[in-house]
C-alpha cells in the first residue's frame, strides 16, 4: 500500500518539547520507526512534517493524485480549529485515521474538540507513538 503520514505544528520538536506529556523520544526516531515498519511490511511510506497548515492541506490534495491509499495525521494544535485542513480531508475518499500522542481529554478544555476527526475514519488518543503504528495497522488491514 501506498501511505501517507502527516505532522502538523511542533510535532518536529518530539524529544525537546514537554517530555512529560510527548515523552523523550526524537522526531528523527519516530520517521525512522514508521518507515521500518513500512518497509518490513512491504508498503510504500511518506512522512511529512509542517508547522504550515497550507503546506498540510497540499499533502492532502497531492495525496489524492498520486495514489496514497491511506493517511495517518496528526494534526498538531490544527485538530482544534482549522476547518480549511477538515475540508482539505473531507474531501479526499481515501481511510485516514487522526493520531495523538497525548490523552487528549485528560488535558486542557480546548483540546477536547477535534473539528477534523469528523473527516476521518477513526482517532487514536493517549497512547503514545505507538499509536502511529496502530493507525497504519488498521489502515493496512493487519
Known sequence: MKLLVLNGPNLNFL???????????????????????AAREGHELEVFQ????GALIDKIQEAYHTGVEGIVINPGA???????LHDALASVEIPKVEVHIS???????????????????????GLG????EMALDFLTGK
Open 50 to 53: 509542517s508547522n504550515y497548515e
Open 129 to 132: 507513538l505507538k499509536g502511529y
Open 78 to 84: 490544527f485538530t482544534h480549529y482549522s476547518y480549511a
Open 103 to 125: 490523552n487528549v481529554h485528560k488535558r486542557e478544555a480546548f483540546r477536547h474538540v477535534s473539528v477534523t476527526a469528523p473527516a476521518c475514519t477513526g482517532q487514536i488518543v
Open 15 to 37: 524529544g525537546i518539547r514537554e517530555k512529560g506529556i510527548y515523552g523523550t523520544e526524537n522526531y528523527d526516531s519516530l520517521v525512522e520507526r514508521l518507515m521500518a515498519k
